[in-house]
């Protein structure tokens, strides 16, 4: 029985590996990231450039905590992450190191941008029953959404873990209907990323 089992368990991981494989999901993931890396690299030579040559970035970092409330910068993250995701957060999770109780505020971080990318399922799912904005964005986001039809949750785990607006493909997830349990199931390892992310970025800072 356990020898069957196992022959049928790889079979259908080998069926699996051949429709991503065909489908195009491992080239998908590996350009995703290249585009990610890319502004990524730029970002950092940026802040390199502006520590050695214009303000101490940790001198910044120290001002922006000590200037701007800590409900206003999460405020400005938390609409970021139920758009666009067009702020990166490694910004906030910088920002959260220099902060009284930085890991407080990392979880903070996560909480919220999982919360975003609820909101963003939401307005997919609420864009959907709206056959003009459907239209229009089913036009702006084709591809995207093409994908997640193909590929459903291991988008929104791509998403979740990868530098890719997780934003986006929660909105994607929440047009074609994506199952919600599940979505908050896949949804869940965003907080996997802020973790690893938060431990590298403080070891730095």
């Known amino acids: 029985m356990n020898t069957k089992?196992?022959?049928t368990r790889k079979s259908r991981l080998r069926l699996l590996h051949q429709y991503y494989s065909y489908t195009?999901?491992?080239?998908f993931v590996g350009k995703s990231i290249y585009k990610a890396i890319i502004p990524i690299v730029i970002f950092i030579i940026a802040l390199v450039c502006v520590h050695f040559f214009v303000i101490d970035i940790n001198d910044a970092l120290a001002y922006a905590t000590?200037?701007?409330p800590p409900l206003g910068v999460l405020g400005m993250f938390f609409a970021s992450e139920s758009i666009l995701g067009l702020i990166p957060p490694e910004i906030f999770i910088a920002w959260s190191?220099?902060?009284a109780h930085p890991y407080l505020y990392l979880a903070a971080l996560a909480t919220l941008?999982?919360?975003g990318g609820i909101i963003s399922y939401?307005?997919?799912?609420?864009i959907a029953n709206i056959p003009s904005v459907f239209n229009y964005l089913e036009g702006s986001m084709s591809k995207h959404i093409k994908n997640m039809r193909k590929w459903g949750g291991l988008l929104i785990i791509v998403g979740a873990t990868l530098p890719l607006p997780f934003?986006?493909?929660s909105m994607a997830a929440g047009i074609i209907k994506f199952p919600f349990k599940s979505y908050l199931a896949f949804g869940l390892l965003r907080f996997v990323r802020f973790l690893v992310y938060g431990v590298a970025i403080f070891g730095v800072m």
């Open 5 to 7: 089992s196992n022959t």
């Open 24 to 27: 195009g999901f491992y080239s």
């Open 66 to 68: 000590e200037h701007f």
């Open 97 to 99: 190191s220099k902060l």
């Open 113 to 115: 941008s999982y919360t």
């Open 122 to 126: 939401a307005m997919g799912r609420s």
């Open 167 to 169: 934003a986006l493909s």
